[in-house]
């Protein structure tokens, strides 16, 4: 008999969690204003908020914390972590910053000027935040395939390389540089394929632009390009996030994902005349050079969860569980972007809640349901998220309206897999009975679904 696949890990520390009754839920998602942030922590049975700060670290990770060097300047913790980076990036300037978006306010902030216009596969809204807050533009020139959730093509993620030429050819002396998004969050977790990394490469070079990469997933972006992209299979991940890099000019990281920390970032180049003007947004924003942000102990915990996470048995056990979960929803009919993404899956909200109007957001009342239920805390990536548009002041129901059941990265078993499937299965049986949503009661003017306030309808 053939032998069953199983997590490349086992199990040092746990961390005790506990249910709840549907009345205190009923209880807490009210005075929560139904908005699943203003939770607190204790509320929730199975957090599936976010991957980002919230993967359990290795016995190496938590080890090599105790090797911090917290020197103000010029740490050996620094210098191991830039090391690491530089092995696997091939960037030799490393510049810290304490979390992703920081390394964006660092660097956009040298580099976009009002009035420009900066391409790319779907921004994450942070990164579209830090365009749209110079006044310039961020371009979405994702293919069209990543719309159709029920499309089953390997590469959604990829940009589409006749909007980044037209895009480029009609603003080229207004692009300070084009942005992928490796793997594209905002589309599903859906990888890049590296034949599309090389296009765009070509793309910028034809009219002499740079290319960066936000590369949050990097490393399950290199699993995919592994196991669905001829010509890689026999490639290690290492070798693969190598070619991957050598296509872009600079990184922005949010460590907090594929490095498997619980807080940290940086921005990576190999141009040092952007180095040097990123590090004095550095020093001014985030902290001296060697350390901008982050503890000793971190940049020693990151430079680990690096190594390790750009290896392959450690993203196979992490994608093999989220196909796992997708697997569950195909057995219940329960609709979803397909295939699934990297760091989870993102349910296809109007279609199951058919009854709900789009004026009453169908994502995130689904998302209510889901914690109503059992406990469960997923995130509206949808119509709320999507805020209003800002000259007309409407609300932009033009994209996709998903619930996002973000995995934790070696944190929860196939058990919490199963719980979170019955518990959406569920809902999606008495989904006719769902006529009505949300409405807005409070809202800001800018990353709204954070601090929006709603009654139930
Ligand atoms: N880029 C991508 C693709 C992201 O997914 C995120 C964060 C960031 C940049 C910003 O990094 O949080 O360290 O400042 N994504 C989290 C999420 C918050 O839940 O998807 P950060």
């Known amino acids: 008999m053939e032998l069953p696949f199983a997590e490349s890990w086992k199990i040092k520390m746990v961390e005790p969690i506990k249910k709840s009754t549907r009345a205190e839920r009923e209880q807490w998602i009210k005075e929560a204003h139904y908005n699943v942030f203003q939770l607190k922590g ?41 090391d690491t980076i530089t092995r696997i990036t091939g960037f030799e300037y490393v510049l810290p910053t304490h979390q992703g978006r920081a390394a964006e306010n660092v660097l956009f902030g040298v580099l976009v000027k ?43 993620g990829n940009v589409d390389p006749k909007k980044l030429d037209a895009c480029l050819a009609e603003h080229a002396d207004k692009v300070p540089f084009i942005i992928v998004t490796i793997t594209n969050n905002t589309a599903g977790g859906q990888p890049v394929s590296m034949q599309n990394l090389r296009e765009v490469r070509q793309i910028a070079d034809k009219y002499g632009k740079k290319v960066i990469f936000d590369s949050a997933r990097f490393a399950e972006n290199a699993y995919f390009i592994k196991m669905r992209e001829d010509g890689y299979q026999n490639k290690t991940i290492k070798e693969i996030c190598r070619e991957m890099f050598s296509y872009a000019d600079g990184m922005t990281m949010s460590a907090k994902k594929d490095a498997i920390v619980n807080m940290g970032g940086f921005f990576a180049t190999n141009i040092q005349e952007w180095y040097d003007m990123a590090k004095v947004r550095g020093i001014v924003c985030e902290g001296y050079l060697t350390y901008g942000g982050m503890n000793g102990r971190d940049m020693e915990a990151l430079a680990v969860g690096l190594d390790e996470n750009t290896e392959f048995d450690n993203l196979e056990t992490r994608i093999r569980q989220v196909q796992y979960l997708a697997s569950k929803l195909d057995e219940y009919g329960i609709p979803y972007q397909r295939p699934a993404g990297g760091h989870a899956i993102f349910v296809d909200a109007p279609k199951v809640l058919t009854n709900v109007p789009k004026e009453e957001f169908p994502a995130q009342t689904l998302t209510i349901e889901l914690y109503l239920e059992a406990g469960i805390r997923a995130c509206e990536i949808g119509y709320l998220l999507a805020d209003r548009d800002p000259v007309t002041r409407e609300n932009r129901f033009n994209g996709l309206d998903l619930v996002r059941l973000c995995i934790p990265r070696r944190v929860y078993t196939n058990n919490h897999m199963d719980v979170i499937a019955a518990a959406l299965k569920n809902v999606y049986d008495r989904r006719n009975e769902i006529k009505r949503g949300v409405r807005i009661t409070w809202e800001a003017e800018l990353m709204r679904h954070f601090t929006v306030q709603l009654e139930r309808l």
């Open 114 to 156: 009002e009035g420009d216009y900066v391409p790319g596969n779907s921004h994450f809204d942070t990164t579209k935040g830090h365009i749209e807050s110079r006044k310039a533009f961020a371009i979405d020139c994702t293919v069209d395939e990543a719309k159709n959730t029920q499309l089953e093509v390997p590469f959604k």
């Open 42 to 82: 204790e509320q929730v049975y199975i957090d599936l908020l976010t991957d980002s700060g919230t993967g359990a670290m290795s016995d190496r990770q938590w080890s090599a914390l105790m090797m911090g060097d917290e020197s103000y300047a010029g740490a050996r913790s620094f210098y191991r972590m830039k």
